[in-house]
């Protein structure tokens, strides 16, 4: 799977999972030079709390773009720290 935004490959990897419709990739096959950390979080009930990603390509912010749980609840424990994509970040 890749995930690809303006016309750049930002994450890939044969080891997503898959919940909720989202491919979660792990957190060594997102390239890191493209994600800055942001304040934003939100909830899921049962996964936990949220915590997102900038997504910088070309000098072009996508806010929010990545999100990853830091911290996952005992149900979520396979995608502790993974990340997935929405915001136009296509997945395929």
């Keep these: 799977m890749q995930a690809i935004w303006n016309d750049t490959v930002i994450a890939e990897s044969d080891a997503t999972v898959v919940i ?15 994600f800055k950390p942001t304040e934003t979080s939100s909830i899921c009930a049962w996964k936990g709390i949220a915590s997102y990603y900038d997504v910088e390509v070309n ?6 773009a ?14 502790k720290g993974y990340v997935a994509f929405w915001k136009g970040v296509e997945v395929k």
């Design 59 to 64: 000098n072009e912010v996508n806010k929010d």
């Design 20 to 34: 909720e419709g989202n491919h979660y990739f792990p957190p060594q096959d997102i390239k890191k030079e493209f």
């Design 66 to 79: 990545a999100w990853y749980y830091p911290e996952v609840s005992e149900l979520a424990k396979g995608i």
